[in-house]
């Protein structure tokens, strides 16, 4: 339902607003219908305050149409119409059994207080809603009731509580899919932002996360050229154009296996064997890097080719969660540097890697080309190779 809607509106702020105009929108036609029913009992008061009791909605209605931000306001109108619709023929008729036991209804109020709008409004809708049952049951002794009524048909009396029933049913039944849905988006959330391990180990001890893993592959990837290509683009395009690039590699990463670590302007960092070790996860890595290399050199992005280093290396590393806010998994260690510096020292194009992850690749089907010793920032001299491809045959 769309009534009462405005731009800002969030998704919570939707929901509420949806269950309190299906309220009115399904709750005034048996209200109009029961008054009507009433009439010629002669219980004139009683009456007026059952056509009150639905023209407030009913106005309300108008009012939301025309007014979404009194949303507030509207609902406190409509909560207070409710102990009045339940309180006043109580003491009319000059009693709670007397009434039909509709005074069980104020408890709704609190429920509706607490679905609409908040844990602030229910705990004052709470104590209003323990005054009203409480003059419901002391004013019936010190005013004389204006109808003088026998004890009410047992259906009377049953559909009361029933109706609290299963009107509370509901509203609970509510608030437990709408926890489990806002818990399940909570958790979807943390697991697209941590491995699913390191997630589940969060949830149950928020101290540090440090874990060691003797042999890991580490793959860093960084665009030839960015910054003067960012130059000629606005920064909606430039992030546009790094989201469609990263958001392919993310779905090689996750069909092969590996872990995207994090991204860094135009850099790419992503890992096979943490944070489950597993045994080929040189193989791993190298299968995502062909996959990089060969995407990129086949495809435009926005327009624009793409040129990729792509710097690879294995070894011991510690990973995990450090701090206490802005959660992120990441990687330590000379093995993380390394790599970064195969990517840094590489070849535009091309797949460098270092003597590790060579030694660990050489005997399984791949193709490399030597390229000699390179100067190496903070390493000195070391012999580095270009993984080529598959081997044929």
């Not at 910054?227 to 469609?244: C, I, K, R, Y």
Request: glycine share 8%; net charge negative; with cysteine.
């Amino acid at each position: 339902m769309s009534i009462g809607s405005y731009p800002q509106e969030t998704e919570a702020q939707a929901g509420r607003r949806r269950i309190v105009i299906g309220y009115i929108v399904f709750g005034v036609p048996p209200r109009l219908f029961f008054t009507l029913d009433r009439l010629s009992n002669g219980q004139t008061w009683v009456n007026v305050t059952n056509m009150v009791t639905w023209i407030v909605p009913a106005v309300a209605l108008i009012v939301l149409a025309r007014r979404p931000h009194w949303f507030r306001r509207v609902v406190h109108v409509l909560l207070a119409s409710s102990l009045v619709e339940n309180l006043v023929p109580t003491i009319l008729l000059g009693g709670i059994i007397e009434a039909g036991l509709i005074v069980a209804w104020v408890g709704l109020t609190v429920i509706g207080a607490l679905i609409a709008l908040d844990r602030r409004a229910g705990r004052f809708w709470f104590v209003a809603s323990v005054l009203s049952v409480t003059l419901a049951a002391l004013l019936p002794n010190v005013i004389d009731p204006l109808y003088v009524v026998g004890t009410p048909p047992i259906g009377d009396i049953v559909g009361s509580l029933l109706g609290t029933a299963v009107f509370s049913y509901a509203a609970m039944a509510y608030f437990v899919r709408q926890r489990d849905r806002f818990q399940q988006q909570s958790d979807d959330l943390l697991h697209n932002i941590l491995p699913n391990e390191i997630a589940a180990r969060l949830k149950t001890d928020r101290t540090m996360i440090a874990d060691d893993f003797p042999q890991v592959s580490v793959l860093f990837a960084d665009v030839v050229g960015f910054t003067p290509m960012s130059a000629t683009m606005t920064p909606p395009e430039l992030v546009g154009l790094l989201n469609q690039v990263f958001t392919t590699f993310d779905e090689f990463a996750a069909d092969l296996g590996c872990e995207k670590i994090k991204t860094v302007g135009d850099e790419y960092m992503v890992a096979a064997g943490v944070p489950i070790p597993r045994p080929d996860h040189a193989q791993a890595i190298a299968e995502l890097a062909l996959r990089i290399r060969d995407h990129v050199a086949t495809h435009d992005f926005d327009g624009h080719r793409l040129t990729l280093r792509i710097g690879i290396n294995s070894g011991p590393v510690v990973a995990g969660i450090i701090g206490t806010h802005k959660f992120s998994y990441d990687m330590w260690g000379d093995t993380v540097n390394t790599a970064s510096r195969m990517e840094s020292s590489g070849i535009p194009g091309q797949i460098q890697v270092s003597p590790a992850t060579h030694e660990l690749l050489s005997h399984n089907g791949y193709l490399f080309e030597p390229r000699g010793l390179i100067d190496i920032k903070g390493k000195g001299q070391m012999d580095t190779w270009i993984l080529a491809g598959h081997l044929r045959g």
